[in-house]
């Protein structure tokens, strides 16, 4: 009776485990969401704009697509950036994995060391026998919205113009959404293929195969354990949505939208609901992203552990970080560290939201979105006039 009762709470069992190393973990994650959101990603975006700017462009649509891949700089400089996209997201995945490891084997993970570690391996990516999981971490991950992408990517999308182009061939269309299941699918195969290559081998090939083979017996139960990590997720969102349809109905119950409408000044008490609101969104909006990937990553570490149990699959207990000779991260410097970290993403976050909340997004909010005018079919009627607003 006992020994079925630990069979059925493994799951507990094994999740329990990864608390040693939640702080220094939490601590990355704050570091790693601050680089490429405050850093990385407004590069990147300047850098875009500036080689759009050099092509004398504004845009990228249908009509100049190919225009701009025939353009050896832009290609040259889109390589460099996907890779180094796929570079920064396999650091968070190893960074989460080891730490989940070495809490299992009881060890105790300090974050410098662990930064070194996940920088050092994830650049294995760049072998030859790797450059598939670029392809699957950049593009394939983000592509099927399984959940599974790295907060960095999570919004990269197909283009507008590209699926309006596919929905208006049925062909294509089908033979788009086909090619979506048959990813899914993949993407399922290969739930384990960063647990392989962070604790065994650093070889995407092998990595594949083994989680392909691991998962081959066990599809739906991976399937359940994946999808109740993403139900506690959903809730999270709800939650979050009905305190934030709290706050504006709170705001709706003062004058601050008329009075910011009409530019009169705001009374101290709409400005204090203007700061809750901005305030609210960026701390829920940061704690979400934060704990969405290791959340997920501990359902399918504690998968992947009860797993090579059951096919006797020997991962090494060795040591993958080894700890300073002089710790500088002790558990008080780790809690300010993580208050201070925090603090800095929920200012700038709340910042930007109180400073886009002005007439224009309050008229928004009051009375939907007004179309002032349509680019349309200019053969039919010139763009952005009375004519094409009426059609």
């Not at 647990?195 to 083979?213: E, N, Q, R, V």
């Not at 009051?366 to 004519?387: C, I």
Request: proline share 4%.
């Amino acid at each position: 009776m006992k020994d079925g009762k630990n069979k059925k709470n493994w799951l507990l069992t094994e999740l329990r485990r990864y608390r040693l190393n939640l702080m220094p973990l939490l601590i990355f994650e704050c570091l790693y969401y601050f680089i490429g959101s405050l850093i990385i990603m407004p590069v990147t975006k300047f850098l875009f704009n500036a080689l759009l700017s050099a092509l004398n462009l504004n845009f990228v649509d249908q009509s100049n697509f190919f225009q701009v891949l025939k353009n050896p700089i832009v290609v040259a400089v889109s390589i460099v950036i996907l890779l180094f996209f796929a570079y920064y997201i396999l650091v968070e995945y190893v960074a989460i994995i080891t730490c989940y490891n070495e809490s299992r084997n009881g060890r105790r993970v300090y974050l410098w060391p662990l930064i070194r570690f996940a920088t050092k391996r994830s650049l294995q990516i760049a072998l030859p026998r790797n450059w598939l999981m670029i392809l699957y971490v950049i593009i394939v991950i983000p592509f099927t919205n399984f959940g599974l992408a790295s907060n960095f990517v999570q919004d990269l999308s197909v283009p507008d113009f590209i699926m309006d182009y596919i929905n208006a061939n049925p062909y294509y269309f089908t033979g788009f959404w086909v090619l979506v299941v048959f990813l899914i699918l993949k993407v399922i195969q290969f739930f384990f293929v960063f647990h392989f290559f962070t604790l065994d081998k650093p070889d995407y090939p092998k990595a594949s195969a083994s989680s392909k083979k691991m998962i081959r017996h066990r599809y739906w139960r991976t399937i359940g354990i994946y999808i109740v990590v993403a139900l506690i997720l959903a809730l999270i969102f709800v939650v979050l949505g009905l305190l934030l349809v709290l706050l504006v109905t709170l705001i709706g119950k003062t004058a601050m939208v008329q009075n910011l409408i009409a530019g009169n000044n705001l009374k101290f008490r709409s400005l204090l609901l203007l700061g809750a609101m901005a305030a609210f969104l960026s701390i829920g909006g940061t704690i979400v992203s934060i704990i969405n990937m290791p959340l997920i990553l501990a359902g399918l570490s504690a998968c992947f552990y009860h797993n090579c149990q059951l096919d006797q699959i020997a991962i090494s207990d060795s040591p993958l970080v080894l700890p300073p000779e002089k710790p500088f991260w002790i558990r008080r410097r780790q809690i300010l560290g993580l208050i201070i970290v925090l603090a800095a993403l929920i200012s700038f976050k709340t910042i930007s939201l109180s400073a886009i909340y002005n007439a224009d997004s309050s008229a928004i909010l009051s009375q939907g979105t007004l179309v002032a005018g349509h680019r349309g079919d200019s053969t039919d009627t010139p763009e952005n006039t009375a004519a094409a607003k009426s059609r």
